[in-house]
């Protein structure tokens, strides 16, 4: 059983920053990607951005240049930090990871969401 745990959203201003954090814990015999996504009110979810297990990062246009993630392999973490907040930004992002758990299976796990609001 896997349980991830998502943190640091919350309300900032346009051009502020927030870093959003996800971490996975339980019975994980190795983690392959790690992507954030995110899901604004009556849109679909989409991908934000995405890291390999080898570090190889992909963003969405959108944010390139001001989002980074970042991944630490040692604490089973994934991190999203947020520059240059625009209002356009606003919805509740979610952490995708996909696990190799101790049994050799591979699930996909999503974190629970944190509200992200950027006033203007």
């Known amino acids: 059983q896997v349980q991830l745990v998502e943190s640091g959203g919350g309300l900032v201003q346009a051009g502020g920053s927030l870093r959003l954090s996800c971490l996975a814990s339980?019975?994980?015999?190795?983690?392959?990607?790690m992507a954030w996504y995110r899901q604004a009110p009556g849109k679909e979810r989409d991908m934000v951005a995405t890291?390999?297990?080898?570090?190889?990062?992909n963003y969405a246009d959108s944010v390139k240049g001001r989002f980074t993630i970042v991944r630490d392999n040692a604490k089973n973490a994934v991190y999203l930090q947020m520059n240059s907040l625009k209002p356009e930004d606003t919805a509740v992002y979610y952490c995708n990871l996909v696990i190799q758990t101790v049994n050799r299976s591979q699930y996909t796990y999503w974190g629970q969401g944190t509200q992200v609001t950027v006033s203007s």
């Open positions: 890291i390999t297990s080898g570090g190889s990062t």
């Open positions: 339980g019975s994980i015999f190795s983690i392959n990607s």
